[in-house]
C-alpha cells in the first residue's frame, strides 16, 4: 500500500507528519530521497557550470596557441624569402 505524504503537507514542510510511527517512517525517508534529489541537482549545476568555464579556458588556450604557431610560421617564411 503506498502513502500519500503530500496530503499532511510535507512539500512545503509547514505540517508535521502524521502520528503513526510507519507513516512517520515513510514520510522521513520520502524527505531524506525529496533532500538528496535537491542536493543531486545542485551538484549538476555546479559540475555543469565548471565545465563550461573549462571549455572556455581550453578555447582560449587553443586560440592563444594558434596565434604563436601562426606568427612562427610567418616568421620562418619571412626567414626564408630573406635567403
Known sequence: MSYNCDAYGLENYSQQ????KRTA???TIRDDVLDLREQTAEIRSIYNINVRSVEKRLGKCFAALIKV?????TERAGAAVKR
Open 17 to 20: 507528519p502524521p502520528e503513526s
Open 25 to 27: 517512517k515513510i514520510c
Open 69 to 73: 604557431m601562426d606568427r612562427e610560421e
